[in-house]
């Protein structure tokens, strides 16, 4: 009864559905029938997906109907050198991708960080926010709903926070459109990047919101979260970690190691970075900060469509006579090192490199740490492209005086 | 020599850089001398990331500094009952993740679907950009580059094609922002995602272009390309595929299987991915179809950053009485079936589950064939979703007609 | 010497330079000799531009180098039957436009919403802002600087306060941006508009930040404010007034007064103004809001510029079955009742006939009544262009019945 | 029975109702009994609004229910030194408002800019659009109306054209979003701001389109255009005249007429104009373009809700060294010389102050001219508030070392 063949051939018969396998055996066999019977109908191999290294049943909270695994190349950068709010000293980063030559430019970016002494790093701001929509009757309920919620954010604390034992509710932002009301709840979730533990303490204050005033509940989510989408009110007031790295580079430091000079850095960075994005209507002001948070998001477990949030980000660029300054600020970084996949055995490997994994001491710190390192790493990213773009220009400069 | 313990105690020594232990190894043996090195380093183990199942050479153009890998649960879904431009019929999609209940839900959405006879899929645009940003003296200059570029279209052509056996330029459109000059040129690049191949011919017309008139060179990429950043040029032109999936779903059919109502799903659409979004000045209309695009995207191989532009998507409901509509509309889904990840075994093994490896005939077939199969699968997940916030909403609504 | 032709001749021999007219005569021969000079110089007839109706003097507050007016005909519209929290009953509403057929369609509208009993309208957010920019050394001085804005609020309140006699600091909201600190300081400024009021509390403020933090000023306003600019911040978090007016109508009357149906307003409305704009990655999900705030600005003094922020409004239909709701909500509606322009007769008498000309009481409430007002013509003008609309497209409809 | 009380007493008695005065009287008393039954109404005196300075026969084009005029101060800045396009020389330019303080900050400006030798400024895009939505069954038919549409571009070219004289069809940009095809006409309108060109024309274009395919028109309309809304489409790729202008300043004239220096205005431009604008999610990288946009619209006869579009304006500055140079470019400038409020008394002298009033020749070369030495005006003014942030700026740093 636990053949894995047998078992795909039952649900071949229509008598067990695919997503049922798990009732029928364990999970390792259940993952293996799940695959046999996927191959033999699509007339495929799919031995390597099959050579995962982790428990399938570990990965019950992560994934369903799972035949086995992706595996995405990971190396390392660094040593990143960090002074942080939450981490400092030296540290190899992880980064999972299949983009050829970002981790040599991320590693070049590093060398040159450490060569100036490390990168400064703080988290500003922090908060993961779930926002509910309700339906009012019109705007004059609305505003009484938005003055209720001014009177009473105590009663909705106390509701949302008997759902966790760690989060803390930090304040509510009202929105009114027509007869629909928004409320943006936003938390101190400490380690875990939070949005499941939002979710439910928001849905706790709804259920009060809802008995005392005359709001109906539509969505959980109004999208004034917002989750996984490109949305300005991120890139402004923050989701997760608000977070900046900057460094300063002495002139011949940036000479040396790039190439290039401050100057150019900057102009590459002015047209391209700033203007360039804002022609383009953009609300990520950088050169490739989300491949490096993508990168690093893959490595240590995160939620991989959050990279959306994460590329809201702008990079500065001031030539200061002598250094040049560079700083990636990066408005909403939502990271977490418990939870979600950060307990799967490579990720949670990856988080150990950082020495990141698990809860930190004080609660939070090991998030605020994790982001503040990606952020390093952001940083080294947008440097050695910048000044590949301005090594280039000036290359081509020079030939042309070379005509 | 070869021994990884010894290349690892190098590597400490100073006497060889962790990047260049391919230099002095196979890459299987330099990656377990890096993997060593850092573990030593770090006090760690990195046993399950050292537990790959491709060749590490394989990986090299990938990945540099590599210790490894990532693994990311995969699972499928599906049938996804599909008739698009370039796939039909029924196919089991691929999805890596981490977030529990994302594929059981888009599952969900999956049967509807089907029973509802399959979503309709199309290519509406197309084309990988590349947009330069050229230094002149004013907007006197600029004018006259504009000028230029429009009445010799055909030699940039020429140049950028001559770099490339498979794409095409498509059109090359300026922006004037003062003494800078943009120019966004869009290629057809069949079934690469064609970032590299965009960019070798562009710079190629570059040289052209500085050749001929008073333009300098600043940055190959002037960010009105724009490549993961989230940008408005993005959503509303386009980037890659532009691609919408659709389905009509009979009244009952909605009820049975999702406990609602077309006129409940219609209302959490419009409050919240239309007007939500909306308020959040957001360039994302939907509720979560970057889950779908990025879990797709890890499993087949695509460039994980590229969510972002993915992201760009509204989800459309419309509530026709006996039956409700629903599509989702993807504006920039940048995908490929070769090259970047594709090409690693368990991406490959999962293009091969939907029969999309390598290229297609005729060429970009395939890569159109994926983007419209994502966009189904995007689809099943906003219905699912949607009908799950609607559903818990009418039986609040239960709960209050009992009290 | 007050002879305006002589005037002209001094400015014309380089005597007396052309702003420096009011140094040598009266507001009015000032005016008479810029006049002549100037239509002398570009053999020109300025006649009716000098037949204002106010006196010269009076408008030196408002204009610099003046040689008289322009004239912008001026209309009503309503009765506007209007509930709203600071203004009740029904009022004409005057608007100034050179736009053929606003007031016809926005009349239409007030008639409708008339009938049906009238709107109701409630400012949901209130605060006039004004963020300077300060240059700080790095991410680890510009965290120093928040906490210290965050620990300090209070002395800021009283610099900010010690310059006005109304106006209240709100708060304060700091925005990190690698070595640039935004502070975003909302103040009520009741009845005026309150730029000058914001800016000058501010500029104290920014003093005491110079001089107990490392802070740098760089310019009193970094555009996070953000002044007569179509920027997020103002579209998601309100600036001047947030109001909303919104009202319901029974089937009969749509049907009857816009020959068109629920149904079809609604639609014209989801695919125009929430999917169009959606698409157009827009800030305004409206059909022209903008054309009645900017005649309302005209008409009562407002500052024509902030017609940009005016314009960050969504409309929202909800089809109810029996009846249609319609709203409009304006995120960023900038007015004031003192000040600015509204001393000038025209805008006066225009303020006069909505009983609001000069400060409320209590204070503040003759702006909010204002904002209301215009919430509502807006509205009216929504409505009556969606109806408009989707009756064209209905008689359309029709006709190809016909066939 | 043309007696204007008398005629108010019948509105008052119900016989008459207000629209419909001027089929009773001659528009000048149909005018004089509307603001008497308004004023009566109302408790107010309405004089100064009825001594507006026009034939109100002239107005009806303009403005329905005309009870006068509103009157703005205005007064002249210049000369502007331009070297345009479509416009060379020395021009006063005529500006309304009620912001004291704008024409003597864009008065200084000009004075330097002339100083310099004068401004640049080019038209680099030009089109007036309209863009109606379609409604189809989904994507399929979707796709279907994309095609014939890019099939029958010269059938539709002959539809719209039909309708008009001077307009001709630049091109057709189509947009889908699930069952909702928008399509953007672009057209050159000559110098005809355009929109009821535009429209009329598209209309026409639309009965082939409906009787041609499946598509079935809802809105002519659908926010694609985007008329009068905050809209990244018109940022990105213009609406209007796209016009940039810009000037040279050497590093002397600064420092001698502004107090400052190059490097401070570039500082306060970089955070202000281009970090301030990313970080508040805006479309406007300026510092108060729309105060010169808004002016100029009201003195010339534009359509002042146009000024939304008129905001989306990018200031660069150069820090060259020896001088400094600066840029506006206004993406979406949409003025004309003839038809909207071009031929009321007031507007069209200040046009001849230009020598722009009517058509020019070649048509469409005095909107050029007018759009260029608008943008001349918002540099003017750009440069001024630029220097007067960075002088404040420099004398606090002063008063600091005095310390």
Redesign the interface.
């Known amino acids: 009864m636990t053949d894995p063949e047998d078992l795909a051939e039952r649900v071949r018969e229509g008598e067990v559905r ?2 049922e396998l798990e009732d029928h055996a364990d999970h390792e066999t259940a993952a293996e029938a ?1 695959r046999r019977y ?1 191959a033999a ?2 007339g ?6 099959g ?4 428990d399938a049943e570990d ?19 660094g040593p990143v050198s960090i002074a942080g ?1 939450a981490i400092e000293g030296e ?2 980063l ?1 980064l ?9 430019s991320v ?1 070049r970016g590093c060398s040159a960080i450490r060569s100036a002494g490390g990168a ?3 988290i ?2 922090s908060g993961m926010t779930r ?1 509910p ?1 309700f ?1 009012v009757d ?3 309920e ?2 009484q709903v ?1 003055d209720w919620v001014a009177d009473n954010e105590e009663s909705l604390r106390e509701a949302a926070e008997s759902t966790t034992s760690h989060g803390e509710l930090l304040g509510v932002e ?7 009301v ?1 409320l943006r709840f936003a938390y101190d979730t400490k380690d875990a990047m939070g949005m499941n533990m939002a979710t439910i303490a928001t849905g706790e204050a709804c259920d009060v919101i ?1 008995a005392e005033t005359p709001a ?9 979260c ?12 923050g989701r997760g970690r ?1 977070v ?3 460094v ?1 580079l002495d002139r011949e430091l940036v000479e040396e190691r790039f190439g290039t000079t401050p100057e150019a850095i900057a ?2 960075n ?22 490096v ?3 690093a ?3 240590t ?1 995160q ?3 959050q ?2 949030e994460g ?2 980000a ?3 660029i ?1 030539d200061r006579g002598d250094s040049l ?1 560079a ?3 990066i408005a909403s970084l939502e990271v977490g090192t418990v939870g ?2 950060t307990k ?4 949670a ?2 988080l ?2 950082l ?1 990141l994994r698990g809860g930190g001491d004080p609660p939070g710190s090991n998030a605020d740490a994790l982001a503040e390192i990606i952020a390093v790493g952001a940083l080294a990213g947008e440097l050695s492209l910048l000044a590949a ?2 090594s ?2 000036l290359s ?2 020079h030939e ?1 005086l070379g005509r």
């Open positions: 695919l997503h799940r996927v109908e699509t495929t191999d799919l031995e390597t997906i050579e995962y290294a982790f990965a019950e909270p992560n994934v369903e109907n799972m035949i086995g695994a992706a595996q995405i190349p990971m190396g390392v950068v709010g540290h190899f992880p999972a991708t299949t983009e050829g030559a970002l981790l040599a590693n400064d790093a703080r500003t701001d926002a929509v339906r019109g705007v004059v609305a505003k938005v009202p929105y009114v459109v027509g007869d629909s928004y809802e109906e509940l539509v969505a959980l989510s109004g999208n004034l917002s989750d996984k989408k490109p949305a300005a009110i991120n890139a402004v007031e608000t900046t790295a900057d300063e102009e590459a002015t047209r391209k970075n700033l203007v360039g994005s804002a022609k383009a209507g953009s609300l990520g002001f950088n050169a490739h900060a989300a491949n948070v993508a990168a998001f893959l490595a477990g939620d991989e469509a990279v959306v590329a809201n702008i990079t500065t001031d300054y700083s990636v600020s979600g996949g799967l055995p490579t990720q490997e990856a150990d490199v020495d773009l301005a280039r220009h081509s400069a042309d």
